[in-house]
C-alpha cells in the first residue's frame, strides 16, 4: 500500500484532546518539533476530542464562568500551533513499534518518530433510543449526558429528578455524586443485581435519596412540555413486559467507556478492559519510547484536568527519553 508522503520527527501525538495538546505544548516548548495527528471523526468524535460534544465546562481552572467544550479545544490547538507544534487533520490507522525509529501510519503519510505519545482518549458509550441523540428531536447536552462528574452540577439538574442507566462501579458512584444536586436519584439496571463491588452497591443502596428500577430498560426520551428540555422516560420492565413513564430531568449513561486502541494492533500491554497501561507514577508504557497520556490509560478519573496533566508528563518523559537515546548515540560515535 502506497502510504505517500514520509515524514521524520522526534516526537509524534497522537490525538486531540487536552492530554495531546498540553504533550504538544511543552513538547513544542522545549524544541522538538512534534507532529501531532488529530484525527477525522476518530471514533466517531470531531478533532477536540470529547470535550466537543459538550456544551459548558465549568470545572477547569482559569475560566470562572465556564467556557464551551469546542472553544476550550480550539484555544489548546491554537495554543499547539504558537509554539511550532505541526498538526494534520489525519487519523493513524496503524503504528510499528517493532522498528527504531517507530513507524506511525495514516491513508496518506508514514511518519518515522523516534518516540510517540498516544492521547486517543476513550469514547462513553451510549445508548441508542429515540430521543437520545444530538439535533431535532434529541435531548444529548439538554438533559441527557454520558459524565455526571462533568455535567451533574449544571443549573437545569439541580432540586430535580435524574436517573443513571448502569449496574456498575461507575454508575454507582455517579448516582451516589448525583445526590448532591438532584431531589431524587434513579438507577435503571436491565437486570435484578447489579455487578458492581459490593461496597459501591451498599454506598448507593443505604442512600436515602437514590432509588432502584430492577430490570428496565429506556424506550425512548421525551421532552418538557413547551421546553427544549429532557422531561422524562418511557421505560419497560424486561420481566413483565409493562411499559411505564419516568419523569426526570436528568438521564445519565454510566456503561462503560471504550478507549481507542484498536490501531495499536497489539503493541502495548492493555488492561482487561482495553487501556493501556503505563508504569505508575510514570507515562511509560510496555515499549521504551513510546509514551500514554489522557483517557486511554485513565479509566478512573477520565477529567480534562487530568489528562492535561498526564499530557505534560509524558511530554517530559518522552523529553528525557530523547536525551537518553542521544546521550548513548554520542557516545557510541
Request: charge should be neutral.
Amino acid at each position: 500500500m502506497d502510504r505517500g508522503q514520509t515524514l521524520k520527527t522526534r516526537l509524534c501525538i497522537i490525538g486531540s484532546g487536552p492530554a495531546a495538546h498540553t504533550a504538544a505544548i511543552y513538547a513544542a516548548r522545549a524544541e522538538l518539533s512534534p507532529i501531532l495527528f488529530e484525527g477525522w471523526m476518530a471514533n466517531g468524535i470531531a478533532p477536540g476530542g470529547q470535550l466537543t460534544t459538550t456544551t459548558d465546562v465549568e470545572n477547569f481552572p482559569g475560566f470562572h464562568a465556564g467556557i464551551l467544550g469546542v472553544e476550550l479545544m480550539d484555544r489548546c490547538r491554537e495554543q499547539s500551533l504558537r509554539f511550532g507544534t505541526q498538526i494534520f487533520t489525519e487519523t493513524v490507522t496503524s503504528v510499528d513499534f517493532s522498528v527504531k525509529p517507530f513507524r506511525v501510519f495514516t491513508d496518506s503519510k508514514t511518519v518515522l518518530a523516534d518516540s510517540v505519545i498516544v492521547a486517543t482518549g476513550a469514547v462513553a458509550k451510549r445508548l441508542n433510543f429515540p430521543g437520545a441523540g444530538e439535533g431535532s428531536g434529541g435531548f444529548w447536552n439538554r438533559g441527557i449526558s454520558a459524565c455526571a462528574v462533568c455535567d451533574g452540577a449544571a443549573p437545569i439538574f439541580r432540586n430535580k429528578a435524574l436517573a443513571v442507566i448502569g449496574g456498575g462501579d461507575s454508575a454507582m458512584e455517579e448516582a451516589n455524586f448525583l445526590t448532591k444536586f438532584g431531589s431524587r436519584v434513579y438507577i435503571i439496571h436491565r437486570r435484578d443485581q447489579f455487578r458492581a463491588s459490593k461496597i459501591m452497591q451498599s454506598r448507593a443502596l443505604m442512600n436515602a435519596k437514590i432509588s432502584v428500577v430492577w430490570n428496565s430498560v429506556v424506550l425512548e426520551a421525551y421532552g418538557e412540555e413547551g421546553k427544549d428540555v429532557l422531561g422524562g422516560v418511557k421505560l419497560k420492565n424486561v420481566v413483565t413486559g409493562e411499559v411505564f413513564d419516568m419523569k426526570v430531568s436528568g438521564l445519565f449513561f454510566a456503561i462503560g467507556h471504550e478507549p481507542a486502541t484498536k490501531f495499536l494492533g497489539g503493541q502495548l500491554k492493555l488492561d482487561s478492559d482495553g487501556y493501556v497501561l503505563t508504569t505508575a507514577g510514570t507515562t511509560r508504557t510496555s515499549v521504551r519510547g513510546v509514551f500514554a497520556a489522557g483517557d486511554v490509560q485513565d479509566k478512573k478519573y477520565r477529567q480534562a484536568v487530568t489528562a492535561a496533566g498526564t499530557g505534560c508528563m509524558a511530554a517530559l518523559d518522552a523529553e528525557h527519553y530523547l536525551q537518553e537515546i542521544g546521550t548513548a548515540e554520542d557516545e557510541s560515535d
